[in-house]
């Protein structure tokens, strides 16, 4: 099954990857190290092995997530907490009156005298907090409560009413509320009406922000402020109360004047796959991984013990966008003690999908976990064997496959020369390391990289430019900046005791295609900003303006859709960081997001088709269109 698709992932590594170095980042001696406690101590050897190596630039198949819901299955993941807002309140007349409930200007109150006297009035309470009372005057009951105001009004009405205090033949004296002022509360922030609004007075701030219209999706839902005064006089965190329905904020009473300000949020984290509640979260700063799982209800019962990462470097501690986003996988044991960026992607693999994978380390372009299938298989898709420049810094006599054996310990090696790996079945958990060729001099003359067909390392003749080197990495790609690259110099730097000299790649500044290089240069191809490439079997493939949030299936939609000979359960996603992941079904399309730069490969079905003149006249046309986007993307670029 995997056969038909192998050509499609090593064409995506050469013509849209970025560059590894030849003589990988393992040492042949780390191999050895990690082989040797994979065969002795399982457990210590998989510690190793998260921390030894670069993470994967391949993941394994996602696990299909069953759906046992009655809304939309192939909507994308909630941010949580936000629809608790968006409610119909109606506040009713004969809502209890909260016991600390103060009156104010404009609230109405019904005194009620019986006994000697049978009196009932209805005053309202004027801009100063008074009543008038006939024969007793002005009566100030501005922030007192009603059982404070019944006490002032017996007090002042007994001069009056001289039975209010005889205990023989007494006046009773009552007090109740009539009709309320609605109070004037100021909403300031993310907020879906901002503004001044009329609040119920009974309302706490959970019910005031609901009738305010609720909080946008950039708010905080974790920092929400009351000010009074022109102090914030509280904080409130709403996530206690949301996950787990507690939380003190009930207790808080809103006055006329108060301002509440919803925050931007500072950090949020996705997380999907084997968790019960799959959403994007807030997170404090101070918060990690293993606060993320908890939010999102813990792990179900088929959790993989690994978890995968994307991480997003804040792009003010970014020396470039090369590498913005970097892939780790992290042990759940770790998760407490593990601080997550803004924007990390947190995806908590299923143990099916683990236990259906094999892991290639060592001396390949790219290391990471790949589908149990034959050796060889796994090896071309990894990269470097069918690599003229590559494949002689490999080891390819002898390729070590470790395997468990029946106490579950790594037990079995296997040493299978590549010429002879198309023979080697592989059984899920395999090891597979690939060793470098210890005579190999890995000292190479320049060095292509970036937006260009065939990324790698080339020799050097005189008077070489930078378009020469280009013309060797068999051109630009569709998605190049052809006016942004760089040119990187070997320069040699001498310690401060001038003793030591050492040498540095620094940039050359204002090169030119028609710049020549030196030995040892670097050329790097930048990408064209904010575009996504959609290739394969869809109607218009190319080029499509990158729009944020949007996931695989918008990108295809927005392509044409697919053609009728697609097959859809061989779609794959390859991010700008070189990882590579499976979408075979519709449901992973809608929830894994597309980024910048990200091309997405849409295979055929390989069966022989029959020829349709309609189909290939409009493919013509895509071409055509696709070149002038190009063209077009290329001229905005350049102005």
């Known amino acids: 099954m995997y056969k038909k698709y192998i050509i499609l992932f090593i064409t995506l590594s050469f013509a849209y990857g970025q560059t590894l170095p030849m003589g990988g980042s393992v040492t042949n001696s780390e191999l050895d190290l990690l082989k040797d406690q994979l065969k002795t101590d399982t457990t210590i050897a998989v510690e190793e092995e998260l921390t030894a190596f670069e993470d994967a630039d391949l993941d394994g198949d996602i696990k299909e997530i069953s759906i046992t819901t009655t809304e939309d299955p192939f ?18 007349d004969n809502v209890p009156t909260p016991i600390n409930f103060k009156l104010g200007s404009g609230d109405k109150i019904v005194l009620s005298l019986w006994g000697e006297r049978n009196i009932q009035e209805t005053f309202t309470i004027n801009r100063e907090g008074s009543i008038y009372y006939e024969k007793v005057g002005f009566i100030n009951l501005a922030n007192k409560t009603l059982e404070e105001a019944e006490e002032i009004l017996t007090s002042r009405l007994a001069s009056t009413y001289a039975t209010l205090k005889d205990k023989d033949n007494p006046t009773q004296l009552s007090l109740s509320l009539g009709k309320i002022k609605s109070i004037n509360v100021y909403f300031t922030g993310h907020v879906s009406s901002p503004g001044i609004h009329l609040i119920h007075p009974f309302s706490d701030i ?31 965190d ?20 108060d301002v509440i300000h919803v925050p931007t949020i500072l950090s949020r ?91 290639v380390m060592g001396q390949v372009k790219s290391p990471g976990y790949y589908p149990a ?59 597979i390391f690939v060793y470098e060729d210890a005579n190999y001099n890995n000292t190479f003359t320049i060095r292509v990289e970036g937006e260009v067909n065939k990324s790698g390392t080339y020799a050097y003749s005189k008077n070489m430019t ?18 942004a690259f760089t040119v990187l110099k070997e ?23 028609d710049y020549q290089i030196d030995e040892n240069s670097v050329i790097v191809v930048d990408r064209i900003q904010n575009v996504v490439i959609v290739s394969g079997n869809v109607y218009t493939p190319g080029l499509v303006t990158y729009n944020k949030g949007d996931t695989i299936n918008d990108y295809i939609n927005r392509s044409g859709g697919f053609l009728k000979n697609t097959l859809k359960s061989d779609i794959y996603i390859k991010r700008v960081n070189g990882k590579i992941t499976r979408a075979q079904t519709r449901i992973k399309r809608s929830l894994i997001r597309v980024r910048p730069g990200d091309t997405i490969a849409i295979p055929a079905d390989p069966s022989p088709q029959d020829f349709d ?6 493919d013509i046309v895509n071409i055509l269109t696709n070149l002038a986007t190009i063209i077009f993307i290329i001229d905005n670029n350049s102005d």
């Open 75 to 92: 909507s994308r993941l909630d941010y949580f907490g936000y629809t608790y807002f968006l409610r119909d309140i109606n506040f009713f």
């Open 206 to 236: 959970f019910s005031s922000i609901v009738q305010a219209g609720g909080i946008t999706e950039n708010g905080s839902l974790r920092s929400v402020e009351i000010v009074r005064n022109g102090q914030v006089v509280h904080t409130i």
């Open 238 to 257: 709403f996530y206690n109360f949301l996950i787990s329905g507690k939380g003190d904020f009930s207790n808080i009473r809103l006055l006329d004047g």
């Open 269 to 359: 984290s996705e997380i999907m796959g084997s968790v019960y509640n799959p959403a994007f979260y807030e997170l404090l700063p101070n918060e990690t991984l293993g606060d993320l799982i908890r939010y999102s209800g813990g792990l179900t019962p088929n959790a993989s013990s690994l978890i995968n990462l994307d991480i997003i470097e804040p792009a003010e501690t970014r020396i470039s966008d090369d590498n913005a986003v970097s892939g780790k996988i992290v042990n759940i044991k770790d998760a407490p003690n593990f601080k997550l960026n803004n924007g990390t992607t947190v995806y908590v693999e299923f143990i099916q999908d683990v236990a259906t994978r094999v892991r």
């Open 373 to 431: 299938t034959n050796l060889k298989e796994v090896l071309d898709i990894a990269g470097g064997f069918n690599d003229p420049l590559f494949r002689p810094s490999i080891r390819d006599d002898e390729i070590i496959v470790l395997r468990k054996d029946n106490s579950q310990f790594y037990g079995l090696e296997f040493k299978v020369p590549y010429s002879e790996s198309a023979e080697f079945n592989l059984i899920p958990d395999d090891k």
């Open 466 to 483: 930078v378009l020469d080197a280009i013309n060797l990495a068999e051109g630009f790609t569709d998605v190049a900046n052809v006016e």
């Open 491 to 513: 320069t040699a730097v001498t310690s401060l005791d001038g003793l030591e000299e050492t040498t540095t790649q620094e940039p050359v500044q204002a090169a030119t295609l």
């Open 613 to 618: 003149a309609t189909q290939f006249t409009s």
